[in-house]
């Protein structure tokens, strides 16, 4: 399982050289692991949240508009794309990598006609893995 963080860690670094902002700040927490419903005994995926901050809502916006234009470019397919449902009906992404068991989920939080006064611009990003086969003898529910 440490291989499958390693992994999402990479691919988060990918995402965030797409992004290509380079002064702002970035949480630090890592990757996470989670049992996957289908099998919760022998089947887990992996969970890397993070955002990307303390820059000014154009940078963030820019950034975004890169991730989405380099998303195809490198391997991924955008299978959605437009403002959420949220109440400052942020802009957000999906897209899903073409050639590993990746998924990647951007929100621009930013100002919005409907959330005119943001006060923590973010771009917050989460990526997340298909389900893996967990070693022979694992204990998935001690792997939290």
């Not at 049992?35 to 916006?61: A, F, I, M, N, Q």
């Not at 989405?68 to 403002?83: C, E, F």
Request: net charge negative; hydrophobic share 30%; charged share 30%.
């Amino acid at each position: 399982m440490d291989e499958a963080r390693e992994r999402a860690k990479t691919v988060s670094s990918e995402i965030y050289d797409m992004i290509g902002i380079r002064k702002g700040e970035v949480t630090k927490r890592g990757p996470g692991v989670s049992t996957c419903e289908d099998d919760p005994e022998h089947l887990y995926k992996t969970r890397h949240p993070w955002s990307l901050y303390g820059v000014p809502e154009e940078d963030l916006k820019q950034g975004f508009q890169r991730l989405r234009d380099a998303l195809p470019k490198n391997g991924w397919k955008i299978v959605d794309y437009g403002p959420n449902s949220s109440k400052a009906k942020s802009l957000e992404l999906t897209a899903d990598s073409e050639t590993e068991p990746y998924s990647v989920n951007a929100v621009l939080i930013v100002s919005t006609p409907t959330n005119p006064n943001e006060k923590q611009p973010l771009l917050a990003v989460t990526v997340v893995s298909g389900c893996f086969r967990a070693p022979e003898g694992t204990k998935l529910d001690q792997e939290f």
